[in-house]
């Protein structure tokens, strides 16, 4: 990075700082056109029939802090895409918001699933895949999610407590 006479800093972190400027900007488009799904991340969907479904939708944008790693947008909620079709539909099972922390000593799943307990939570280890799912009367979720590496089963620990699942893998 570089400063001018005034002392500014220019470089890379000017371009950081453009990057999030144009971001607030095409939300802030985006809000105007959904304005329904900026109020509350939730809205019914006619599913024919005089029924309605809840249909939950939101993203996750995850930038590196090295400035190496390209910025990854993430969905979660139970609205999707087939990709075949290109149809969307609202599905009775939600992803939940997800983040894979990496600490030094282990690795560190947080998950939002609100209306779960911590024994409404079954997790499935296999290599570097965690499976989560999670049900309570209506509330259902499901998520893959990809670990930075392999761990045993023996060394996962969990809590769950309002809705907020953590997950430490060691070793």
Not at 79 to 85: A, G, I, Q, S
Not at 93 to 102: F, H, K, N, R, Y
């Amino acid at each position: 990075m570089m400063s001018d006479k005034k002392g500014n800093v220019t470089g890379n972190f000017e371009g950081i700082l453009r990057g999030l400027g144009d971001l607030v900007q095409k939300l802030g488009d985006l809000a105007e056109k959904g304005e329904e799904m900026k109020r509350s991340g939730v809205f019914d969907i006619d599913t024919g029939g005089g029924k309605n479904a809840k249909a939950v939708y939101g993203f996750s944008m995850k930038m590196g802090l090295d400035g190496n790693q390209e910025p990854r947008v993430e969905p979660f909620g139970n609205v999707h895409r087939d990709e075949k079709t290109g149809e969307t539909t609202v599905q009775e099972v939600s992803e939940p918001l997800i983040d894979v922390i990496e600490e030094i000593d282990h690795i560190l799943v947080l998950a939002e699933m609100p209306g779960v307990a911590d024994e409404d939570v079954h997790l499935d280890l296999n290599g570097d895949i965690l499976v989560l799912h999670a049900e309570k009367g209506s509330k259902k979720y499901h998520k893959e999610i990809v670990l930075p590496r392999a761990f045993e089963n023996n060394a996962m620990e969990r809590s769950c407590r309002n809705g907020i699942l953590e997950v430490i893998l060691k070793g």
